[in-house]
Each structure stands twice: as structure tokens, then as C-alpha cells.
């Protein structure tokens, strides 16, 4: 990870700080308004350099998908089932949920094991 300004440190230590209190990660106003900025834009392009610094990842399109990296010790950010990415005409889908649950597990540094079961035999 790439050295962080003064300020991008402060707005990290905001958004860990909220995550070790709420359990999720803060939206980018909860971020602006813990700052001081005017306007949410300084949040964001704050957290536009911290994701170019490699200190924080962003799911895109996804409210409260703020994921704080650090060395493989990362909060695990389960995706949210009722986001629109996994429901196509009404129907979820269950195989981009899994994958997406796999990806959350690798990124928060737990090994995950994978099981193909097909006609209910393990294989």
C-alpha cells in the first residue's frame, strides 16, 4: 500500500472506525458529514485515491460496499441478497451469489473450501 496523506488517513480511521461500531460500512455522506466536507464530492474523491492506494476496495453500484484492506486481516463483506445483481425476471441466482460469497471469503484471507454436488452425491 502506497503512503497515505494526513488527510486520507483520517478519512480511513473514519471508515474503520464505523465498521468496528455498525458491523457495515458508511455511506459516502455518514463519511462526508464525520469529515467536515461541504459537499459528499470530497468523500468521494477521497476514497477514490484510498481505493488507488490499495488501502480500501469498492464494489461498484453497491451502497455501504466499503472494504478496508490490510495485509489479508479485511472485515468479511457479505454481499447482499437482495442486491439487483443476482435477480433476473424475478428469479435469484444463486451460482453469481455463490461466486461473489467465494470472492468476499479470498479477499477477507479465509481459505474456502468448494464442494460440486450433482444428483446428491458429493463429488
Known sequence: MQELTKQQRAVLDVITNYINRNGISPTVSEI??????KSPNSATLHLKALKKKGAIAIRDRTSRSITVIDGGNSPLCIPDTNDINYWFDGVFQHKRYERDI????QSAGIDAVTKRVENNYEQ
Do not use: I
Request: proline fraction near 0%; hydrophobic fraction near 50%.
Open 32 to 37: 462526508s458529514e464525520a469529515m467536515g466536507f
Open 102 to 105: 467465494y470472492k468476499a471469503l
